[in-house]
């Protein structure tokens, strides 16, 4: 997504900071400090224990064990700590594509996250002085850890839009987490008409209402049409849709990354995204540099066998808009009252 963005001339050096990687200190302000060190301990022996595995999930449950297990997620989460701090005083809008890691709990990996990074930079906002935020996340996936973080706490307002009967398999319609949790399952096929009405219907009135200090948005990219781990139906343009409407009425933004496994739409989305909140005009055609930035990456799983011509040659997506089903609207509705 960097490579792709300095393609098209749009990382200026005034705009771009590395993620500083955070401390223990910070790290424990929601993850045990046992599961810390645990985590600490496995990336240097790059080995884990019996114990390790069962209690920390740290090798299995689909978090494998790499090379930088504990920096990479570290730094993550130093960029969300960073992004807070910096909008916490003045405002403005921070991109964190390397965050969303949204899954994590406080003693265990879950779903390929093994730190909550969304949640870090949520208590660092809080801890600043902020007393009302709002959190949006339409990753495909339920943001679980960030539900549970926040349970019955009246100073953060969760919603998620999330596919139905998808994994963690939670985050029902009725579930309220204790009044401060919107969830809105949608079905196989959600296309950018119904994600349009979720933006005015649901999200944009929940805001309205609750009128947030700071908006954070999970932004991950599983939800389009081309990813292989979700059934969703979503163009690149619904994404770059509500990061605008967001950015518009928020005091301050956090705009993060999330889940997301072609390389391709992930680097194109993302990367729109970077656009949009920077009012780049997104060019019809990607000039040469940017199309070989494209052209390099290579995918294993089917898709990425005869990838189509558009996936190298421009950043936003044909719209793939569609009927506004009536569990959508429902669903809408429900969330309101």
Known sequence: MLDLCEALGWIEPEHYIDS????????????????IAALMRVETAQAVSEAERARHHLGAHGNPIYREVFRRPATGAGG???????????????????????????DRAAGFCYLNDTVLGLLAWLDLGLTRLLYVDIDAHHGDGVQDAFHDDDRVLTVSVHEANRWPFTGALDDRAG???????????????????????????????????GIMLQCGADALEEDPLARLSLSNNAHRAVALALREIAPRLIVTGGGGYNPWTVARCWAGVWGTLNDFPLPPRLPPRAEAVLRGLSFSRAAGRHPPEHWFTTIADAPRDGPVRAEIRQACEAVLR
């Open 20 to 35: 500083p990687q955070a401390s223990v200190e910070q790290l424990t302000r929601f993850h045990t400090p046992d599961y």
């Open 80 to 106: 969300m700590i960073l992004a807070a701090r910096l909008t916490a005083e003045e405002g403005g809008v921070v991109h964190v594509p390397g965050g969303g890691t949204h899954h994590g709990m406080p």
């Open 179 to 213: 009044g401060m949790a919107r969830n809105i399952p949608v079905p196989t096929g959600f296309n950018d008409s119904e994600m349009a009405h979720v933006l005015h219907h649901a999200i944009l009135p929940l805001a309205e209402r609750f009128r947030p200090e």
